[in-house]
């Protein structure tokens, strides 16, 4: 048969059969005129290279396969020196791997450094940085729309609940003692090093968790001068993960986990689910002697919510 015959039945092209050929992995036939004559035998010895090198062994290291079906045997990989073959192959593929691994690693380890570095609350200018995307938001942000989902909240008994905090302690919301307590939900804060979910900016209510909790620590001392005696943020997040949050904002009050939504059990707070994966609604609790004084609902926007809570507080003096 012809070399374009061959090519057909191998799916390959004719400069990759010729290419075969002169690595001697297949030899045609010559006619009396001198043309090349491949036969069945040669189509599949290049359809046998083809699988092989799909698999990763290059083309050069197939001849002991071929060989394999020259000397007659059913399969390509019946003889000893096609296990070997395989053997070679796979040792190659497990030290490329591991060379990539630890290429991974090192760019990990790069961009982690060089995200949180140019993220962190205490490097100078870090507000105005160019890598603090998750404390920047758009200017078309959704707004949130009041569905009335805490109308009932105002006048609220705070339930009987302890609650994970990353002082490394537990939180009893019913007894937080004198004073007032501001309790903000949100969804969940993001990474420097990672991307926001796809979507996220268009889901109203959303957006802002990192520019909130910059917001309450830049007016945290305002607060406390107006009779605010604690600030708690509140996630479904677990206490690990919002302790990054903590130290690279050096927020000055504590997060709380609730990963099981118990207090939006006990209360009816407000969730949403994103991807498969339900969180908080930001709502903010103000807290008085065990019971809910005022509610912020919905929040918006959210990297002023702080001056709004600070604005009211000024306004309904204890």
């Known amino acids: 048969m012809m070399i374009s015959e061959v090519a057909r039945r191998a799916g390959v092209t004719t400069k990759t059969v010729r290419y075969y050929?002169?690595?001697?992995?297949?030899?045609p036939a010559?006619?009396?005129?001198?043309?090349?004559?491949?036969?069945?035998?040669?189509?599949?010895?290049v359809r046998e290279a083809r699988e092989l090198n799909r698999l990763g062994i290059p083309v050069e290291r197939t001849r002991p396969f071929l060989e394999c079906l020259a000397d007659g045997r059913e399969h390509a990989d019946d003889c000893p020196s096609s296990l070997a073959g395989y053997r070679e192959a796979i040792d190659d593929l497990a030290l490329r791997i591991e060379a990539l691994t630890a290429r991974r690693a090192v760019l990990v380890r790069h961009l982690h450094d060089a995200a949180y570095r140019n993220s962190r609350a205490d490097r100078p200018g870090a507000e105005g940085s160019t890598m603090s995307h998750l404390t920047r938001l758009p200017?078309?942000?959704?707004?949130?729309?009041?569905?009335?989902?805490?109308?009932?909240?105002p006048g609220r008994q705070v339930p009987d609940i302890e609650l994970p905090s990353t002082a490394d302690d537990t939180v009893a919301l019913h007894a937080l003692g004198g004073g007032r307590s501001i309790v903000y939900c949100y969804p969940l804060t993001g990474r420097p090093d990672a991307d926001l979910p796809e979507g996220w900016d268009n889901t109203p209510g959303a957006r802002g968790c990192t520019s909130q909790a910059c917001d309450f620590r830049n007016h945290h001392d305002d607060l406390t001068a107006v009779g605010v005696a604690r600030v708690f943020g509140l996630s479904s997040q677990d206490t690990a993960y919002q302790k990054e949050v903590v130290d690279r904002l050096r927020l000055p009050f504590s997060m709380l986990s609730d990963s099981g939504f118990r207090l939006a059990a006990m209360l009816g707070l407000p969730t949403f689910e994103f991807g498969g994966v339900l969180l908080y609604k930001r709502i903010t609790l103000v807290i008085r002697d065990g019971v809910i004084e005022h509610v912020f609902y919905p929040v918006f926007p959210p990297n002023e919510h702080a001056r709004q809570v600070l604005r009211w507080l000024q306004d309904n003096p204890a």
């Open 139 to 153: 200017a078309d942000l959704p707004v949130p729309e009041d569905d009335g989902a805490a109308a009932h909240l």
């Open 30 to 45: 010559r006619l009396a005129n001198g043309y090349r004559d491949y036969s069945e035998h040669e189509a599949r010895m």
């Open 21 to 27: 050929e002169s690595l001697g992995l297949i030899t």
